[in-house]
Each structure stands twice: as C-alpha cells, then as structure tokens.
C-alpha cells in the first residue's frame, strides 16, 4: 500500500524547504497587515456548488460505516479558498473589522486526473482586501506587488504577472455589438488550451458569429505590453465603448502604481479573460516565463460582490491566490530548488560512553536554551558512527565534551576544521 | 448556509494565538531536532484499517460527478497521523536516515457525533521516533519532557502526564493467572467513561471472571504516585511475574529520567491502558487537572512494531501526540487564553489627503523594509476614523506623515502618547 496516486509529499530534506516558503509567504503578507484565517476542509455542497463551478471536481465526504443520516447536510471538501471566504465573511460579518484584509494557506482539494502539475490535494496561499461597498483601485495594483516581493524573495526569477481588466474585454466586446459578453469570455478563456484556431472556431460554431466578428474579438488578445503602450494598441482596433475606456483607465491605473516593479515582470496582457463569472475588474494570471507551457502558477482579480449568495450586503474585493504546490513541485522536479538538509538540527552533542550521557544532556539543554536545535546520538556507539550520522541528516556541527585537559570542542561539518568552544555563548557561524 | 456542525473555525483574533501555539510546537519540536514532515489528508481506505481501528470514525471521499472508475483506489481521510506516518516511513525507508525523529502538525478528521472537545476535523501535533531493531529507552522520558516544555511556555498550567507502562498491566494480570490480557486492558481502558463499578461488572459479564479475581485485576489502577513508590504500592499487591518486573523496572527508568520536571506534573498512573492494541511498552495520557472530566489532551505511547503491516522490518518506536484544537477550544472557552488582536499589524501609516499618499506609501515600504508590519488606511478619510480604525484592530501604533514644521510623529494607541520618530530607526517599545 503506497502513497495514492495524484497526491503529493514531501521527503524531510524537501520539507524543510517547503516550510521557509511558506514562512516566507506568510511574513509577506503578516507585513502588509493581512491576518491570518482558516476555515473548515469542507463545506456544505450548496455553497460550494453557489458559484456554478466546475462541480465534477468536487470530492463529497461520507461516513465508511454507521447509519445514513437524512438530517446530515451534504459535505464535500472546498476546491478553492474564496468559496469558503465568502462564506466566513458572510457568517462572522459582526465580528469582522473592514476593510477585512486576510491570508489564507491551507490544502484544497479536486477530484481531477492526475498529471503534471495538477493534483487532487494541494497547497493554496490566498490573499484578499474585502469592504463594504468600495474597494480602492490601489489594492489592485498592491495584490501583485506582494506577489512579487515574495517571489524576489525565493528566488523565483522568471516570473510573469499577466493582468488584464474584465470591464476591457467586455467593454471591447460591446463595442463590436455583442450584447452577452460572457460567453465570449470563456472562449477566449481557452487560448492557452485550444490555441488561436480553436477559439476562432467555436466562436462561429457554439456562438454563430461571421469569421470577420470572430477575428475581431480575438484581435485584442494579441496586445501584450510592460508599460501602459497598450492604450495606443486598443485605440488602433478602432472599436469604442464607454466600459472599454472605464477598463483602460483602470488597467493604466494598476500599471502606473506598478512602475516601481522591474520592467517585463508585469505584462498589461489583453488576453487574459479567467472563466470565472465573478470576476468584474481587474485580472491576474502568473506565470513561469522559463516554463510557458506549465501554465498558471497564481491568479486571482477583483469582484464585486463576492458574498452575495451568503448574505444581503455588498462586499467588493479584490485577491490573489499562488498555487504553492503546483509552483514548488515543478521547480524542484526542474532542480530549480536545492533541497535543504534532512534535519533541523543545527548542533549534535556526542558523547563516548555512557557514563557520560547525563553531561551530554545537560550541554545540549544548555545550547537548545539559547535557541538553538540540538539533539544526542541515542547511544555511546563508535565517534565515527555518530559523526557519520550528523553528516548524513545535514547536521552542520558536532559537540565534543571536555576530555583529559581539553574543554567543550566542536566541529564545522563542512569544512572539518574542530575548535574549543563555550557553551554558553558559541554560536553557529 | 453556514459552518458544518462539528467543525471549527476561529475568529482572526483567535486565530493569531493558535499560529502562536503552532509556532512554539514547531519550535520546541525542532530544538529537539525532530524533523517536519506532511502526508496527504487521503490514505486507501485499507490502509486506515489495517490496524483494526474504529472504521465507523473513517470518513471516505469521492467525486460528486464523474464516472465511476472501478480501477480508483477507494480513499478515506485519515483519522491519526500514526497510521500515515507508518505507510511514510515504509514507502520512503530507503531516503530517510534513521533513528527517523519526525514531527507532523496536520488535520485529522473523524466521522464523530458533535459534542464538547470532540470535533470532526481538528489539529494534531505528533512527534515520533522511529528506529531499525531498537530504540532507547531514554526517548520514552523525552516525549512527555518536550510537551511540558512546550506547555509551560503557553501557560498551561494545570496539565499532568499519565505515564505506565503495558508491560506492567499485562505482566500483572499474567500473574494473576490470565493468558490473554488484551481483553482485560481494553476493559480497564474505559475506566474514566464507565467507573469501577462498570469496569467490574464487564470483566465479570464479557470475560467471565469472578468477582474476586476481577477486583484483583482493578487493584492496580488505583495506584498513581506523583515519584518512583508505585513499585512499592505494586509490591503490596503480592503479584508477580517477569514481565511485570520488567515494565516496573521500564516505568521507574522513565519516571526517574523526569526527576527534573516539577513534582506532580508527571505521574506513575497505573490504571492508564490505552485501548489501542499497538502500544507494547511505555504508555501516556495528558490531561487538564482542572478540567478532569475533559479527558484525554494528549496521549501515546511506545510500540515495538508499527510498520508491520507495510514493510517487512522491525521498525520499534516510541511517539506523543498533543490534541491541539481540543485543548484550545477548551482553553478559549474557560477563558484561559485571552484572544490576541485582530490584526498582525504594528503601525498604520495614516495621511491627510489623497496628494500625500505616495509620501505614506513610501514611509510604510520603508518601516516593512526594516521589519515592521505596516498598512495605510485605504484612502484619506478624517483622522479620527482612521485612528478608530487602527483601534479597532488592535493596531499598537499610528504614523503620521511631517506637517508643517514637524517631522514624523508616532502616537501609541494604548497610552496615548505622541512623539516624534525617525522611520529609519524607529522601533516598537
């Protein structure tokens, strides 16, 4: 019986790894003032079925045995984290101070087939900036930008953020006298998928347009620009709507704010759609520029009104979600990530017999409880066994207690160099 | 639609005090150079029985829609992290470097009736080691030393540690005649949930004992001394046989080895069972002895053999786990831990109007730079709701921009005090 298939974990020297990540992401984000939350794995089917998503991804959640029980609402285990979001805003609104800015790590789960970078269970790192009936443009642009602070952080160099604003697409659309927008939208949702021939055919097969109409629509996802050029671009397709500017000057107002950002990390991208209806401003979709075949790695974009089907109020917001999992396993299977050591342990205490085991403790109490991690070999066996421990867990000092007329030494692991050493106050260089 | 019954979720108040928690555990754990590791949430539904556990706890998962595929492995979400640590360790036995010290804070869910403590999804904090052939006894006494530790460090004070051994327990009842003793822990095991009398009539009614014999068997619960004279009180009971000499000699090592702990916080409680067929020697249950109908906050034990049923190795070892979202529900319902503030954030920088905001976005990048957590309010409305905003959340510090002749102040919400700071030095008191 193995691990199942389309389920990831981690051996402890990728772990470790993994865990200054996540640390990383959420001092980011804590830096910014979002607090954290998290909500429970499951919710009720409704409400993860409110949105109209995908519903064959959901995983439903039964007891193997015991009575079925009628009255038991029906669970199944969230495929985001802006379903239950919504949830929690709607469920805690009393007790929540807006504009309610929160993080969210936690696994998510989708019942899709397995393949490279996608999996049944994987880590989501969300934020999101939720008030009550406005929410400034401002918060649009700081989305990315934490994003990218992280990323520059963990050395992720070939990032992209693509952005988009739905109120562009749709204001386009518009002005080429299509009044339902929307599936219009998620056919061009498709481009990375079914490439430029694919969309251009089912807009004239599922949407009856003419092949002139079709190729006018797809005409504004060629603009892609790192600066605010793509005005000059639209202005070019020669197509006119009130919603069309109302987009543009928000999607120049994002772009501006991020000109701090080095140029080519963030792309004005005019093909970018999302499928999601709740989308109605700005939108994101991150990628890999080394890998443009992976596919999205974060993505998110502003809504206005995410809680509706939960409560009677308006909450605009706006958000950004990384796919930790799907980011992290591709750089390590691209040895783009070195895994760190198989052990915490910074220092471990050895010792030559066991009479002497209690002196051991006593030393590696006093060094653990200036911070440091510290652990003994279980046993008095052989220095060289011991040694050979404390190189195969990546341990970077071993402890030697005083013998005949010689002190506390220690020992550099990588560059075998041995030194006395005071407990109380060495420190690892 | 709101949250599922028998779920938790806390408010972001609550919340900052359980990362607090989390971040202790970890901490604590990897001073002692346990290493983290994560296994998915799913197992295949044969591996969570392998043990013979409760299966009408286990909840399984499957896709809401889609085809049935008779070839997919049926899964469950697990309901330990003991059973996926033993599947780890024989699926990557080859990668890890043993004696394998591991630590896992993850959800766990059971398929349990709601009721006070008892959750269907809730966090456990496990950590074990597991070693080839053997694993010294001195690991028996670090397991309940690191919980102290980490308890006393989050003030818990009323916690105490249940230790025996079930080598003692079966060793007595082989002397007193009985060959086949799991039937008679298992009985014993449910002490705290039916009472003596119970415990006696069942080992009466289920077992056929006589009255005499079966009283004889409960004698040795009553013992529970807070230093090594249980042995003494054992003796006066005029049973004997090898095996109990031996967990009376095991008991008395761990108990020793714990000198150093606070008197009483560590108890030789013989009427500890643990129901779990598993457990071979040493065995734990922490609880609240202020909270003694509360039950079970933390338990374990030592095992000769936990990877049986995955790997064809003697695999022994010896682990903890704390009940982390049982304990803090109590915990914050007793009103023994106060709720944190709502927001991670040190210092909001607040402007005056819509023009000075790049100058705030500036001093708020500079401030994060250096470490702080910093936010803006989102546009320039008065002063005072600004404030009222930050004292809302919690927030500890407030930033103004110079005005007129003066520099940068920074005015402390809790006393009030405002005084002039340079943001290239400044840092909270």
């Known amino acids: ?52 998503e995908t519903d064959h991804e959901i995983y439903i959640i039964k007891r193997l045995q015991g009575e079925e029980d009628k009255s038991e609402a029906r669970l199944g285990l969230h495929y985001d984290l802006t379903v239950p979001l919504a949830r929690y805003v709607a469920e805690h609104y009393n007790d929540l101070v807006f504009p309610f800015k929160r993080y969210q790590i936690q696994r998510t789960w989708r019942g899709e087939r397995p393949q490279e970078g996608r999996y049944r269970e994987f880590y989501q790192c969300d934020i999101d900036v939720i008030n009550n009936n406005t929410v400034p443009l401002h918060f649009d642009a700081e989305m990315p930008a934490i994003v990218y602070e992280i990323f520059k952080r963990l050395g992720i160099e070939s990032f992209q953020m693509h952005i988009n604003n739905r109120k562009v697409l749709e204001g386009y659309f518009r002005g080429l006298g299509i009044e339902d927008t929307i599936p219009v939208i998620r056919i061009i949702d498709k481009l990375d998928k079914i490439g430029r021939d694919g969309v251009l055919s089912q807009l004239q097969a599922n949407l009856g347009m003419q092949k002139d109409l079709a190729e006018r629509c797809l005409a504004i996802s060629n603009i892609c620009t790192p600066d605010l050029s793509f005005r000059e671009r639209v202005r070019e397709l020669g197509v006119q709507s009130d919603l069309l500017e109302q987009g543009l000057d928000e999607l120049q107002f994002v772009m501006d704010e991020l000109r701090d950002v080095p140029t080519s990390v963030m792309l004005a991208d005019l093909s970018i759609a999302r499928g999601l209806d709740y989308y109605t401003g700005t939108v994101y979709e991150g990628k890999l520029a080394e890998f443009p075949a992976y596919g999205t790695i974060c993505s998110g974009g ?15 917001g706006v958000g950004i979600s990384i796919g930790l ?105």
């Open 325 to 429: 999992t799907r980011l992290f396993a591709k750089l390590l299977a691209e040895h783009k990530i070195q895994p760190g050591p198989k052990s915490p342990t910074q220092v471990l205490v050895i010792f030559p017999d066991a009479e002497r085991r209690q002196e051991a403790v006593q030393t590696a109490r006093m060094l653990r409880e200036r911070g440091l991690n510290v652990e003994l070999y279980p046993t008095a066996i052989k220095q060289a066994q011991q040694l050979r421990y404390a190189s195969r867990k990546g341990i970077p000092y071993v402890w030697f207690l005083p013998y005949a007329e010689k002190g506390h030494e220690v020992k550099n692991m990588s560059t075998g160099e041995q030194a006395v050493a005071d407990p109380t106050i060495w420190l690892p260089q």
């Open 1 to 52: 019986m193995t691990k199942v298939s389309g389920f990831v974990e981690w051996l402890p020297e990728q772990r470790i790894v993994e865990l200054q990540w996540l640390d990383e992401m959420r001092r980011t984000f804590e830096s910014y003032g979002f607090c954290s939350i998290e909500t429970p794995s499951v919710e009720e089917i409704e409400a993860l079925l409110a949105k109209g």
């Open 302 to 316: 502003r809504y206005e009104n995410l809680t509706g089907s939960f409560i009677n109020r308006k909450l605009p």
